[in-house]
């Protein structure tokens, strides 16, 4: 239960990372998902990432709309603020607080119901407009906390755990996020945590718009047979694409030249992004191609995984709006204030 | 037949019946600024259609050397330039009025009144002669028309011809192609449509002196600067009549005084969203993360955001709304004034929830009530709303000028600093530590290891944690009702002004009913029936409020909208016997007249004489 407090003993073993935090101190409550819920692994990866990345947890805002997948923002990241918003509105909430301090990481965590039904507008307007962010989609085609209708991701011909065949097709927030222009575009898969780790990483290091669909089955109401996301299901049918090896170039000096089939790819903060190609003819920095891709292994049946798109270079909303580098809610009255001499000029101009 | 015509100097209606979109509205307000810059007090308001182009508009202009600023009510001079609404436009003129009218198409007699003075120009028929490209000859046709009003009503030449060499300041040739059609106006004018041959204009403006230091303004640029010296940064909005010139005012005023000099990199954000749910859920974000964000909409959009605003009241998060109010319900009336969303703005969003409102009743107001809304929301912690309306929104008004003491500061309410959470101060998102119902709250990003909590629109104790529990609900809910009143604390009070002989009457008004209200006063009093006068600026109602109304036998509440929204604030949140309220209602869409509550008052006035209230007895 959220309101049973972990125990905050730390193994005196547990290694520190170089901001100077053990894994635990990216640790949340304790979940109240059902046990061997795929959300959980997600956020076991994110505490992991932000461990691995040197993040100092206080400097991550994170947010979510409602439902299952919106709830585990209390189960990671405790010493971080977090924002439980309105159903489906997250991006808009997001986008306000991006705006506000531009310093620090926003992490919107969302679902299938919440992004794809409710909110596919906002989700939409979000990533066209480049906001600063990493989204994550725990997508199980399924609305969990009202017991198992399906949601708005859920593949036709799937069937429901009482048998109901779905008639209606998908919306592939993977595709949106191609088309709107989000800069980094990724789908993983709960049940791989080698792979879903990096690409965490590689999102939280991008300086724009960054989507990571997670396909994350709900054992408890769309893990049977004759179901398109089930743990089963997905494990035959995953078909990874690329697999990000993340390296931080800035702090590490990288001896051994990259093997042919390795791409790097610097990112915004100086990071550089190493990009094992698993699939011929991938190019991860070409979006029609990524588009192409992802709809053709659809069409076979299969899902494609791993880092679809990458822009090394995004502009976020900020560059846009072309704000001041300081975050706007430290600005004090000097700079907002344009005072009383300039307003008796205004006057003069309205006489 | 002989005929009263109405004669008066610096005290008339005028107004213009135009089509849209026929370039009307540019000379319209020439005619008022001329008045205006010749000192004597003008109040135009644009009647406006929801159209771009051939849906009929009308501009009415008061002129009042007294300096009423509401409208009046009639129409002493008609400027019938749209055939559509010919019929109507010529009934509404006063008797012994005048109808100023295109000549070019002769008219049967029937389609005139008796009663009025009619001046004839045929301005097609001089523009067409005057001019080749078709363009020119619509747009020059207004020109031409207030050339021949200025010479008929004796408006200073001088006066217009230095107003239009500012509008058209660099664009040479334009500005002589205008002061042509002016004066060739004025020509026709003098030459046919005075004595004597023809009987003229009876309505005359005379030179005065008592606009005085006042500014001619419209309430949205006025609550968007309002918003920039109240130091908003983040603005997010979805255009909507008639607010949208918010925004745009926030876009323009910003480019010109927030931009840093050095780098001309802009101090605030604006985002035009993808809906109003959107544009509220980023100024909640915003706020939340310790910026200073509004959004400006009206009724319509308030609808869209209420679930928005039930979390803001809930997690406690500042926002600030500009409600610009039109004629509701659904699109209702879109181009049309009312105050009809004061209920739905109260109590926005579903469950137990109540607002803060500021009822700015002029453009000055909307300056101090947005920037003083700003400050309200971040220590109240809170939605609050600035409930203007159309009539002050989009229309030019004369107000006193804007005023800012540089010694005044933000009030960014409370929130805590690294410092005093490394100093050990036992923080408690909701928890009440100084008894006045307000929080403490921290930004993220603020301390390494102290003051996060999770924000949430689900039941929590004080301390943030999520709860189930009753009493950590009923706990909460009640500190929010302390919070509230400790709002009525702070919001601006009432400004009362007592009647110039002792009276147990009183009325209430608020917004832009407050100029036509004024006039109306000075016009009971006239007739001997005296008034206390309470202007509501302020929901939560300040303790001045409830004295006011103990202390009269009858209220009058006098409003723009159908159910009486702010008696049944009264009723409900002072628990006043509904009886002592009057209600004094006007919602055609059209801003409120003094004569309609000058009559209105009458008629109630009379009615309580014969049959007096009878006293409440002690039951």
Redesign the interface.
Same mark, same amino acid.
């Given at each position: 239960m959220t309101y049973i407090a972990k125990p905050r003993l730390h193994h005196p073993t547990l290694t520190r990372n170089k901001v100077g935090y053990t894994r635990r101190d990216y640790e949340g409550k304790v979940s109240t998902l059902c046990a061997g819920c795929g959300h959980d692994s997600v956020s076991a990866a994110i505490v992991q990432a932000c461990w691995e990345l040197d993040i100092a947890p206080h400097r991550v805002a994170k947010l979510s709309g409602i439902g299952c997948s919106s709830k585990t923002p209390d189960y990671f990241l405790g010493a971080s603020h977090g924002f439980n918003t309105v159903h489906g509105r997250m991006p808009s909430v997001l986008t306000g607080a991006a705006l506000a301090n531009r310093e620090l990481l926003y992490l919107g965590i969302s679902g299938d119901g919440d992004s794809a039904s409710i909110g596919l507008g906002q989700f939409a307007h979000a990533m066209r407009r480049g906001v600063r962010m990493v989204y994550i989609v725990e997508n199980n085609g399924v609305y969990g906390l009202t017991k198992g209708q399906f949601s708005a991701t859920a593949d036709r011909g799937s069937q429901s755990k009482k048998g109901v065949v779905n008639a209606e097709n998908p919306v592939d927030l993977v595709s949106m996020a191609l088309q709107l222009g989000a800069t980094f575009v990724a789908r993983g898969f709960s049940g791989d945590k080698a792979q879903l780790v990096p690409l965490i990483k590689g999102a939280m290091a991008h300086g724009g718009a960054a989507f990571l669909d997670v396909i994350s089955p709900c054992v408890a109401f769309n893990n049977h047979a004759g179901s398109t996301r089930s743990y089963d299901h997905v494990r035959a049918h995953n078909e990874a694409v690329g697999r990000i090896d993340f390296i931080d170039l800035a702090k590490e000096v990288i001896a051994a030249p990259a093997p042919d089939e390795v791409l790097e790819l610097p990112q915004a903060d100086g990071s550089v992004m190493r990009l094992r190609k698993l699939h011929e003819g991938y190019d991860p920095s070409d979006r029609r191609a990524a588009m192409n891709l992802v709809q053709q292994l659809a069409e076979q049946g299969e899902i494609a995984t791993g880092l679809l798109y990458v822009d090394p270079r995004p502009r976020d909303l900020h560059a846009a709006l072309n704000t001041v580098q300081q975050p706007l809610n430290a600005l004090q009255d000097e700079a907002l204030c344009p005072g009383r001499e300039a307003l008796e000029r205004i006057n003069a101009g309205l006489r | 037949m002989s005929m009263h015509r109405i004669e008066a100097v610096n005290d008339f209606v005028v107004k213009f019946a135009n089509v849209n979109g026929s370039g009307s509205a540019s000379a319209n307000e020439l005619f008022a600024k001329a008045i205006l810059r010749t000192g004597v007090p003008v109040s135009p308001r644009n009647i406006f259609p929801s159209n771009i182009q051939g849906l009929p508009t009308w501009y009415e202009v008061r002129v009042s050397q007294e300096g009423w600023l509401g409208r009046r009510g009639g129409v002493d001079m008609m400027v019938a330039m749209n055939p559509q609404t010919w019929e109507r436009d010529v009934a509404e003129i006063e008797p012994g009025g005048y109808l100023f009218y295109d000549s070019t198409r002769p008219l049967p007699e029937s389609a005139f009144r008796r009663d009025i003075t009619v001046i004839g120009m045929p301005v097609t028929a001089i523009c067409n002669a005057t001019y080749e490209d078709p363009r020119q000859r619509t747009l020059f046709k207004n020109i031409m028309v207030l050339g021949a009003l200025s010479a008929l009503m004796d408006i200073d030449a001088q006066v217009l011809e230095q107003l239009l060499a500012e509008q058209y300041k660099g664009k040479e040739r334009l500005l002589e192609s205008n002061l042509r059609a002016l004066q060739a106006g004025r020509g026709f004018a003098k030459d046919h449509l005075q004595p004597p041959r023809h009987p003229g204009i009876g309505l005359k403006v005379r030179r005065a002196d008592t606009v005085g230091?006042? @500014?001619?303004?419209d309430g949205n640029s006025a609550a968007a600067?309002g918003c *920039?010296?109240g130091?908003a940064?983040?603005c &997010?909005w979805y255009p909507l009549t008639p607010s949208t010139s918010t925004a745009e005012a926030f876009t323009s005023w910003c480019g010109k005084?927030?931009r840093?000099p050095e780098?001309?990199?802009?101090?605030?954000? @604006?985002?035009q969203?993808?809906?109003e749910?959107?544009?509220?859920?980023? *100024?909640?974000?915003?706020?939340?993360?310790? &910026?200073r964000?509004f959004t400006a909409t009206s009724g319509p959009g308030v609808s869209l955001m209420t679930?928005?605003i039930g979390?803001a009241y809930f997690a406690e998060i500042p926002v600030t709304i500009i409600n610009v109010q039109r004629g509701g319900p659904s699109t209702g009336m879109p181009t049309r004034t009312q105050q009809a969303d004061l209920l739905s703005c109260a109590y926005a969003s579903h469950g137990d929830t109540k607002h803060v409102m500021l009822l700015p009743q002029d453009p000055a107001e909307c300056f101090e009530h947005a920037a003083a809304a700003l400050d309200l929301a971040d220590r109240l912690q809170t939605p609050v709303f600035v409930m203007t309306d159309l009539d002050i929104g989009m229309n030019q008004r004369l107000c006193k000028?804007?005023?800012?003491?540089?010694a005044?500061?933000?009030d960014r309410g409370k929130v805590l600093s690294a410092e005093q959470l490394e100093a050990g101060f036992d923080f408690g998102r909701y928890k009440d530590v100084d008894g006045d119902g307000i929080p403490w709250r921290?930004?993220?990003?603020?301390?390494?290891?102290k003051g996060?909590?999770?924000?949430?629109?689900?039941t929590r104790n004080a301390y943030a944690?999520?709860?189930e529990a009753g009493s950590d609900y009923v706990d909460n809910v009640q500190r929010l009702l302390k919070k509230f009143a400790t709002a009525a604390t702070i919001v601006p009070p009432p400004e009362i002004t007592a009647a110039q002989k002792q009276t147990r009457l009183g009325v209430a008004y608020f917004g832009s009913t407050a100029p036509a209200m004024e006039e109306a006063l000075a016009r009971l009093a006239a007739q001997g029936i005296h008034l206390d006068a309470m202007r509501l600026k302020a929901f939560p109602f300040p303790q001045a409020v409830a004295d006011f109304v103990d202390t009269h036998d009858h209220v009058f509440v006098v409003e723009q909208n159908r159910d009486a929204q702010m008696r049944a604030l009264l009723m409900g949140e002072l628990e006043v016997d509904p009886e002592r309220l009057i209600r004094v209602l006007h919602y055609d869409g059209t801003p409120i007249t003094a004569r309609f509550i000058t009559e209105a008052i009458v008629e109630h006035v009379h009615a309580l004489a014969v049959a007096p209230r009878r006293e409440r007895t002690s039951s």
């Open positions: - | 230091e006042r @500014i001619f303004v600067l *920039v010296y130091g940064t983040v &997010a005084l927030r840093d780098t001309g990199q802009a101090r605030y954000a @604006i985002v969203a993808e809906d749910i959107a544009a509220i859920g980023i *100024v909640t974000g915003a706020g939340w993360n310790g &910026a964000a679930e928005f979390l000028p804007f005023a800012w003491d540089d005044r500061r933000m921290t930004l993220p990003g603020t301390h390494p290891s996060s909590y999770f924000t949430r629109g689900t944690v999520y709860s």
